[in-house]
């Protein structure tokens, strides 16, 4: 058996190894990253970026993580009802854990640690219905945007594989792998009370509505001079693509970034402004959150959460 103070030695390296890789990671991209010229975008911000536009950006990925936070919250009633507080801490400290895993998946047992080890398959099912709710909303915007796009045949090609592999799924609902199918899976999704679902449907559809006009308005602050329709089009075109590409959290703006600039220039938008605009949502969605949940890994304790009546 391993003494009570090995395992808080164990926790705290566990922790330290989390914040000090999370901080690496993004010093590394910010450092060494050849695609970026800090020289540029600092005479960028200098040149476009007024406070007010500063403040006006940062409210956008304010909005998009509370967004994000009270869908947690929400889900999670299922389980027990947490604090905004509580809730936070968790969001935010999910998402330094899932910083330098593959596609996030870190983030899922960061938000499990917080919770009873006896709750911890119901915690990883109510993320996996959190975050599938918002890759439901992308793909479907995602194909809206490259048919509009007149992208016909990747539209046709993406809609037979979700059409395919619908019907795989329909036709293997019943496979039991070591006690999980999809079937249960869909019971289980089912046991969840429809109140719960209309809200978490709500909060990712606004969430998707705040982060691509955030995209939106920063390309306007560029003097983007394209009709509203096509460029959300294609804002949501990109995210789709980018998002269903196996990645990692901290290569976010790298993918984005390459996916962004073969569809942009073909609206002929330079691609330096692609680059700052990808790079500048990492940084507001993604280095800013990481910032503030490392606070939240540091001081983590395994406990009962708590419970607000």
Known sequence: MISNKTKQYLTLIIKLTIVFGAFYFIYDKLAHDDKLSWTQFSGIVQHKFTLSWIIFMLVFSVLNRFLEILKW???????????????????????TAGLFTPNGIGEY??????????????ILFLNVICNGIQLIIAVLFGLIGLLYLGY?????????????????????????????????????IGEIPKKIHRKNILLALARY?????????LFMLFGVKID?????????AVYFIASSLPSFQFLDFVVKGSVAIWFFNKLHIDDYVVLFISTFMWLANVVLPVLIGSYFVLIFKQKKVEITN
């Open 152 to 188: 016909t045949l990747y539209f046709i090609v993406l809609i037979t594989s979700v059409f395919f592999i619908g019907v795989f799924m329909f036709l293997t609902k019943n496979a039991n792998i070591k006690g999980y199918s999809i079937k249960l899976f869909l019971e289980k």
């Open 209 to 217: 509505i705040t982060f691509s006009h955030q995209y939106y308005f």
């Open 109 to 122: 047992a960061g938000k499990a640690l917080y919770f009873p080890k006896n709750e911890t398959k119901r």
């Open 228 to 236: 509203y329709f096509t460029l959300m089009a294609t804002i949501i």
């Open 73 to 95: 919250r929400n889900l999670v009633e299922v389980v027990e009802r947490i604090s905004l507080y509580t809730a936070t801490k968790q969001v935010l400290a999910g998402v």
